[in-house]
Structure formats: C-alpha cells, structure tokens
C-alpha cells in the first residue's frame, strides 16, 4: 500500500494503472478500490495527523512557494492548491482558490515571503500585509505575449523591459555560485534602472502601457525584485509547479476525486508522500 501511494500521490500515476504497475513489478494482486479505501481510512488516522501537523508548520518557514490548478470533485470544478516550503509540502483542494482558502495554510500576520504566480487572490487587500515575490518567469512571459505581434520601434520599450528583468537572473545565480562578489552593488544599479524604466508616464502603445500599469503596480509593492534583496528567494516560482506536476500528470487521464472524502483524502497522502520524498524517505 505504502508503494501504490507513492506511485499515485507522489508520481502522479493513476490509480486505475497502479494495480497493474505493481502486478507487473511484484506479481501483486491489487485494486484500484482498495488503494482508495486505504488511503480515506489512512486519511483519518495518522496519516492526517501528520497533515494537520504540516499545515500548522507553514507560517513558521521563512519562505513559501504557492501555486493551484485546476480539477474536478464529483464532477464539479475545483481547485488544488501546493504550498511549497524546504521542509514540507502541503495540497488542499478547495472550490475555488480565493484568497481566503492561501490564508487557511498562509496567515495574514505571516512575516516570512509568499512566492507566488500573481493572481487576484493574492492581490486581494487582505494579503497586502504579507510580503511576497512575483514569479521573475510569469513576468516575462507576458512581456513576450505582447511583444510577439510588434514590429520595428514598437518592440524597442518592451525588449528593453524584458532584458533588464533578464539580466537580473545570471546576477542571482552567479550570487550562488560565488562568481559574484559585490552583488549587493550590482542588485542595486540593476534595481535603480528597473525603477527607471518602469517610472510613470504615458505610451503611445496601448499594450505597453498597460503592461506598463501591471508591472509597476508589482515593482511599487516590492514584489518584482525582492530576490535581489534577499537571494534566499527564487526568482520564480517553479518548485511550486513542480509540486503540482504529479496531479497534472493524472489529471489528464483521470476524472479525479470522485466525492468530498476522497478529495480529502487525496489532499492527505499526497502532501505526506511528497513531504517524505523531500525527506529522502522511500516508500
């Protein structure tokens, strides 16, 4: 049983092909039902103590990765939200991913930093008191949306943006790897001429200036370049995805959590098993 929730909760193989992996693998004679009653009966014993125990530990790390996809809990739309931290993982499926579901495992007296992808719910004046750090890569990503129809001088204010945000990342990586010695000084020119650039002022493109309004509204709050004040931060939120890559897998060939239970028990185990494997726990 350990083996069939590592394969599903951790792996993100699903659980209708788990018998059969472990039938091939072993010679085991096991079904999907009894994989998922397992893990609901697990779910409510130790196994969700030790949950319980990994959502409470999430607002004493000094930084959290957080991100949500999409699912389904008996046919109707959900969400599943990762909270990502160095020393456990933590998932919660919830109907929607509001801002009052990040405060549930993320506190709004939280002094540590909230990686996070942006998005309404962490926009909310409710997390106005936590700090937080936008993804460097969501950024450029809609840098390079509304620069990919521009031609000529109509790209010129939009690469500029984009490289700036890009020379930042060697700068970050090169702080780790000891190849940067007066980085506070070099953080602090590449800070002031982001400053610069995303300065108020009219555009005459339409899609710089809004993008321009999006962006700056992010640097005012510090969220944009918080990763070259303190380099423990990353500057993109990948480990969060990571986390929820699993669940993407079998997302795509299975109709999820079929009633509330199972969705809590699936929320249960999968943060247990990824907090092991981080651990360098086997199944």
């Known amino acids: ?12 193989l699903p659980v209708r092909k788990v018998p059969r992996v472990l039938a091939a693998l072993q010679g085991l004679t096991l079904t999907q039902g009894a994989v998922t009653q397992d893990a609901m009966r697990r779910a409510t014993g130790a196994i969700g103590e030790a949950y319980e125990r990994l959502r409470a ?5 000094p930084v959290v990765h957080t991100d949500d996809t999409g699912g389904r809990v008996g046919g109707a739309p959900a969400s599943l939200m990762a909270f990502e931290t160095d020393e456990a993982t933590v998932s919660q499926i919830r109907s929607q991913p509001r801002h009052e579901e990040v405060q549930e495992v993320i506190p709004l007296d939280y002094a540590g930093v909230m990686v996070t992808d942006r998005g309404r719910r962490y926009a909310a004046p409710a997390c106005d008191a936590v700090p937080q750090h936008t993804c460097l890569a969501h950024m450029l990503r809609s840098i390079s949306d509304v620069l990919q129809p521009k031609k000529g001088r ?12 890009q020379d930042a990342m060697p700068q970050w990586r090169g702080y780790h790897v000891g190849e ?12 002031d001429a982001i400053t610069h650039h995303l300065r108020n002022r009219c555009l005459t493109d339409p899609d710089h200036q809004r993008l321009l309004h999006h962006i700056g509204r992010h640097h005012d709050r510090g969220h944009l370049l918080r990763f070259l004040t303190d380099p423990c931060i990353a500057p993109t939120n990948n480990r969060a995805e ?3 890559r699993p669940a993407v897998i079998a997302r795509k060939v299975s109709p999820c959590a079929k009633n509330t239970p199972g969705a809590q028990a699936f929320e249960a185990l999968k943060s247990v098993v990824q907090t092991l494997a981080k651990q360098g726990s086997t199944p």
């Open 154 to 165: 109509a790209r010129d204010c939009g690469e500029r943006r984009k490289r700036l945000r």
């Open 242 to 244: 990571r986390v929820l």
């Open 180 to 191: 940067v010695a007066d980085f506070a000084v070099q953080a602090q020119t590449l800070r």
């Open 57 to 61: 530990a999430g607002p004493v790390s």
């Open 1 to 12: 049983m350990a083996a069939a929730h590592a394969l599903h909760d951790g792996i993100g």
